[in-house]
């Protein structure tokens, strides 16, 4: 089932609720001045533009966008790129909804709260379900397939799920379900997450999609709302319980990558995001995003084509060339070197510097023989000439940055590097 193949009478009396108010500790310091949905993903992308691109491509015109912590710079590429898809004349809306404490003094205690707080934006658009996404995971899904499922069987809810590793399950929803995908039990972020049948390694985990019958769903957030002992949350409270006395089902995840294997990141951690990036500078990368079948949407700023400039031979020549690598347009490689990287828009690379194996956010400068090897670098911070990142860990923490335990070092927005420290190098 591709985006050209919706059934517009499936989906057009549903609501997709995305939840994209993650504070995004774990990310830290990419998550400092900005939302975890909103921290740029494969150079030209945000990683919340995954569930907005699955929204539409499944054919839901119809979205509630739920935001919270330091929201600007996500409110602000939902207005430069997102709005043009949707014609509220039909009746399509993309709604970005901060907190506005209408029920109550807090802002959101939980995912649950999250939701009932907005339920005046859900009953005024009166649909039949309602899915809940999360706006922090890289994949590609038809969620038409998932409201499908959810009819025919008849559930009040059902839960987008997949294998997972016994060692990553504890950092999930985990489930257990009979032959007919009924879940049978719900635990949130376990210790000892229980195995699939026959896979003693593997669990089957929350997805953090939940497709609710829109009445239904809102009666169990009154109900969780009135409950002083809950956190009001979906994974801790409202699903270990609804699976004892209602219709609970799993619904497997189908991948529209179009890869031998079904791709799905949870990029929470430095590493994870890190490595969720390099996947895409294989030369036969993991995560498909040529697919124009299934495109990812996003907003692009209106830059030019990147560029490569001068040619000269040779291991130490002055050449701009990139290898194995993504290059975002407005991008310079000016006499520069940049190899299995992500070359984020307007980002300059000078002579003689060398960018191995990182990520370089929009507008970074990279000076002339300076040298970065397995880095993340935020927006607009200079390096300067002959500095070396991510070669020398003491280096790194001396100078106060912050190291990955896989030895990703990240440079944080705003970072002023000290230019004495690099004299020396300078050639």
Sequence with gaps: MRSRDVDQARVKDVVAVVLAGGKGARLDPLTRDRAKPAVPFGGNYRIIDFALSNCVNSGLRRLLLLTQYKASSLDRHINLGWHRFFCRELGEFLDVLPPQQRIDENWYLGTADAVYQNVYSLEMASPRLVIVLAGDHIYKMNYQALIQAHDASGADVTI???????????????????????????????????????????????????????????????????????????????????????????FPFRDENRKQHAYWRDVGTIDAYYEANMDLVEVDPLLNLYDEQWPIRTHFPTYPPPK???????????????????????????????????????????????????????????????????????????VPTGMRIGLDMEEDIARGLTISPAGVTVVPKGFLFQRCDVAASIG
């Design 160 to 250: 987008g799920a997949l294998p997972v590793s016994r060692e990553t399950a504890t950092e999930f929803g985990t489930m257990e379900t009979d032959a007919s995908h009924r879940v049978r039990s719900f635990h949130e972020k376990v210790t000892d997450p229980p195995a699939l049948p026959g896979h003693p390694t593997m669990c089957l985990a929350s997805m953090g999609i939940y497709c609710f019958s829109a009445k239904f769903l809102l009666a169990q957030l009154k109900r969780d709302a009135a409950d002083r002992g809950s956190r009001h949350d979906f994974g801790h409270d409202i699903l270990p319980m609804l699976v004892q006395s209602h219709g609970v089902f799993a």
């Design 308 to 382: 490569f400039v001068f040619a000269a031979e040779g291991h130490e020549a002055r050449r701009g060339e990139a290898t194995d690598s993504l290059v975002c347009p407005g991008a310079i490689l000016s006499g520069g070197r940049a190899t299995r990287s992500i070359i984020g828009p307007g980002v300059r690379v000078n002579s003689f510097a060398r960018v191995e194996e990182s990520i370089l956010f929009e507008g970074v400068d990279v000076g002339r023989h300076a040298q970065v090897r397995r880095a993340i670098i935020d927006k607009g911070v200079c």
